[in-house]
């Protein structure tokens, strides 16, 4: 059974930042992909940033316009733990924040939030003025 268990969300000024962390069991983050969505009151969950592994070291990471050059993505194997590093936060990025993982090794758009079998219960990252 695939578990999901994202934190360090919290509540920060603009121009802060937060790291959050996945946590998986059950599933392997060394191959196939992974992504970070978010859903704000109101709106529809989006993707945030995505990472494909092809299991043989190689990775690939895609971003929503939003937040290139301010979120980084990135992966611990040997943890099986997903990160998120979310700096210069401006009060749009205020959202529950979700860990999301694809069934399939193969295929899927890193955006698509349908392409993910398995989500956490996220975690509220609340950024004020």
């Known amino acids: 059974q695939v578990q999901l268990v994202e934190s360090g969300g919290g509540s920060v000024q603009a121009g802060g930042s937060l790291r959050l962390s996945c946590a998986a069991s059950g599933y392997t983050f060394s191959q196939g992909r992974v992504a970070w969505f978010r859903q704000a009151p109101g709106k529809e969950r989006e993707g945030v940033a995505g990472?494909?592994?092809?299991?043989?070291?190689?990775?690939?990471?895609n971003y929503a316009d939003s937040v290139k050059g301010r979120f980084t993505i990135s992966q611990d194997n040997a943890k099986n733990t997903l990160y998120l590093q979310m700096n210069s936060l401006k009060p749009e990025d205020t959202a529950v924040y979700y860990c999301?993982?694809?069934?399939?090794?193969?295929?899927?758009?890193?955006?698509?939030?349908?392409?993910?079998?398995?989500w956490g219960q996220g975690t509220q990252v609340t950024v004020s003025s």
């Open positions: 990472v494909y592994s092809d299991g043989l070291g190689g990775q690939s990471t």
């Open positions: 999301a993982a694809r069934a399939a090794v193969y295929g899927g758009r890193w955006f698509a939030r349908t392409d993910y079998n398995y």
